[in-house]
């Protein structure tokens, strides 16, 4: 079993929903909580980054991490076309490079 | 400013080759991480360099390896390709070691043939 599962999807939804993302992880080390997403042919690109438990909002965009679930989740409000992407989740024990990573959600955000 | 730069794009070798893939990172930013991708086993670390030094390893085997240069770029090489090792190679920088924002570059696809 991985450290960190994510279902692979594809996750469909029609433009203007909320897109719904989410992983769970068995080390329960794990302080720092990272949402990318990668678009085919490019590299990762950051989105959200938490500490610890809780909740954080930037734009259309809200990140939460339970750790007394071991669960985090990624909220896309108002998804646009150009939101299909996977989506990456990863997470570190302590702050620096060593992160380790989901496997990645395919999301398809139809107009 | 611009981003992190990874060359070459995409690379064919056959096994038992060996290969040399380079990064540059953002101007600025010291620390340098390699991943590599694939389908299977998705993302995973593969180490860490800050200043000239291997900061962090994950668990690859010692055809594995890289360097990190005085002027931050850094580079990576595989020894002895084999048919797994066919993948994307990611290279990520970040400011400095201990530091959790880390931007990637568009990566390497390695065709080992």
């Known amino acids: 079993q991985k450290e960190v599962e994510q279902d692979p999807g594809p996750l469909s939804v029609p433009e203007g929903a909320i897109v719904s993302l989410n992983c769970t992880y068995s080390n329960s080390a794990f302080q720092y909580f990272m949402w990318y997403r990668q678009y085919s042919r490019k590299g990762p690109e950051l989105l959200m980054y938490t500490y610890s438990s809780g909740n954080k909002e930037d734009g259309r965009f809200t990140a939460q991490v339970d750790k007394s679930s071991k669960y985090i989740s990624l909220f896309i409000r108002d998804s646009q076309p150009s939101d299909s992407a996977t989506y990456l989740c990863a997470m570190s024990v302590a702050a620096g490079n060593k992160l380790t990573f989901g496997g990645g959600t395919r999301v398809l955000v139809k107009p | 400013k611009a981003g992190v730069t990874q060359t070459p794009r995409y690379l064919i070798k056959t096994r038992g080759q060996q290969v040399t893939l380079s990064c540059s990172p953002i101007?600025?930013?010291?620390?340098v991480s390699w991943y590599q991708q694939t389908p299977g086993q998705g993302l995973q670390f593969l180490f860490e360099?800050?200043?000239?030094?291997?900061?962090n390893k994950g668990n690859f085997p010692g055809r594995f390896s890289g360097r990190q240069f005085s002027n931050s770029r850094s580079e990576m090489n595989v020894s002895t390709l084999e048919l797994g090792d066919s993948a994307l190679y990611l290279c990520?920088?970040?400011?400095?070691?201990?530091?959790?924002?880390?931007?990637f570059g568009p990566g390497t696809r390695l065709t080992v043939l």
């Open positions: 101007s600025g930013h010291r620390s």
């Open positions: 360099y800050f200043s000239e030094t291997q900061r």
């Open positions: 990520a920088s970040s400011v400095r070691t201990g530091v959790n924002e880390q931007f």
